[in-house]
């Protein structure tokens, strides 16, 4: 794919990138430049630009305002102490946006295509990039969506596939704490045959209402159950769950459709299994929960994505009662640090997950 470059007549000084750098927050500042390519039936995927960062202009009648069609993904790019620029498993992100617009009927960006889109993003934008002081990293957004001005219901013919890059703190910067969760027993995130498994702004807007009933009962994160049985756990608003046994083992909630195949999920399958633990990806019931919590049979609870890598999770909350934070957050911790310490290049990448880009 060819990718035409118009460079910003105006990018951030120096000294206010300095300024954003040392404490970028998230989601809050963007770069000087944005990646652009349209899809349309006749010419696929044409017209790939990096353009000066910027708002874009959309007809009142596009697509994705009134029926939602549209995918995203999240990813990180890590600056290493040398300097050099990496991102994390890219290829997995592409896949995965391939699954997701595959779902939403929005045509396929071939992996390499994605990839390279990213690449070249943030090659542009490298200043952006932070060192790995406290976790920071430039936080990738690729997202796709249906910019046809029709009001038809039917799949799009006029998508646009954009990336655009944020830098970002850690998302503990007070140090890793375990977050407080909300079982809510009234709404569910995914049905099965329905988008659960698919990255799409769908599934969060009607997550909101449930992270709300969450932080009304003083909790950080809301934890869904499935959507059949109302019986066994599924996911958090953006994160998968792992649950550690007194005897070593590891059981995450296996994926069955109605969750999403977090890279972060995935990789800690195999994290875990090379520090000798045996990880069952099976149904696990909101009774196990409770009653292994109670019983000491479970030790640790964890959560994890992109976004907060892995974080130990406390205490459960639910109109049902509370269940208290296991006791430990020993291999959670480990886990977490195997897994920082490739993304920054401080440990051998022996799995061959992290792509370089400049
Ligand atoms: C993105 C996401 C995750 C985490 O996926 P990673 O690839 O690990 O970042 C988990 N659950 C949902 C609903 C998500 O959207």
Known sequence: ???????????????????????????????????????????????????????ISLDPATAVLHYAQETFEGM???????????????????????????????????????????????????????????????????????SEKFLGVRPAQHVTFMVIASPAGSYFPGGVKPVSLWLTEEYTR????????????????????????ASRHGCDQVVFLDAQEHRYVEELGGMNMYFVH??????????GGTILEGITRASVIELAGKLG??????????????????????????????????????????AQGTVPAPRSTELTMRIRQALVDIQYGRAEDTFGWMHKVC
């Open 246 to 255: 007194a005897d070593g083992r590891v059981v995450t909630p296996e994926t």
């Open 190 to 213: 995914a049905a099965r045959g329905g988008m659960g498994a698919a990255k799409t702004g769908g599934n969060y807007a009607s997550s909101l209402v449930a992270q709300q009933e």
């Open 76 to 146: 990180k790019a890590y600056r290493h102490d040398d300097g050099s620029i990496w991102t994390f498993r890219p290829e997995e992100n592409a896949r995965r946006m391939v699954r997701s617009s595959q779902r939403l009927a929005l045509p396929e960006l071939p992996p390499e295509e994605f990839v390279q889109a990213v690449d070249a993003l943030v090659a542009t934008d490298q200043r952006w990039v932070p060192d790995s002081v406290g976790e920071k990293s430039l936080y990738l957004r690729p997202f796709m969506f249906a």
């Open 1 to 55: 794919m060819e990718i035409s470059t118009t460079l910003s007549t105006n990018p951030v000084e120096d000294q206010r990138l300095a300024e954003v750098l040392a404490s970028p927050g998230f989601g809050q500042h963007f770069t000087d430049h944005m990646l652009t390519v349209e899809w349309t039936p006749d010419e696929g995927w044409h017209d790939a630009r990096i353009t000066p960062y910027g708002p």
């Open 277 to 318: 633990h045996e990880v069952e990806e099976r149904k696990f019931a909101i009774d196990e929960w409770r009653e292994g919590v109670a019983s000491g049979e479970i030790v640790e609870v964890f959560a994890c994505g992109t976004a907060a890598v892995i974080t130990p999770v406390g205490e459960l909350r639910s």
